[in-house]
């Protein structure tokens, strides 16, 4: 079984270290085994890999490819604000950290 609050540390640490494949691995180890789930926290994750891969596609110059991703993330990027979780203080912490990064990128 995968430790849910590590694997949302990890990939912390990765999207301020810049490793956003490594975040995306992160999560997708979470969300994976449950993608199958009807469950707003499992589209959350989600949303979460789709903004580390939008993030990666950006650094590799593929820009429209990050922005299509980009729109994924937005689809899910309010369940923040509505769901019911134990890890709900590490989410807000992503949606933070995404958003932080994201002005990076913005020249």
């Not at 891969?53 to 922005?67: A, D, H, P, R, W």
């Amino acid at each position: 079984m995968i430790e849910h609050k590590k694997q949302l540390d990890y990939f912390i640490q990765n999207l301020r270290s810049g490793n956003y494949y490594d975040a995306h691995e992160d999560l997708e180890l979470i969300w994976f085994a449950r993608r199958f789930e009807n469950s707003d926290e499992i589209r959350l994750i989600k949303g979460f890999i789709n903004a580390s891969v939008s993030f990666e596609l950006y650094k590799k110059g593929k820009i429209e490819q990050s922005k299509k991703v980009w729109g994924n993330y937005l689809k899910y990027k309010d369940l923040t604000d509505c769901i019911n979780s134990p890890h709900l203080e590490k989410y807000h912490l992503i949606r933070d950290e995404i958003d932080r990064v994201k002005k990076s990128f913005i020249k």
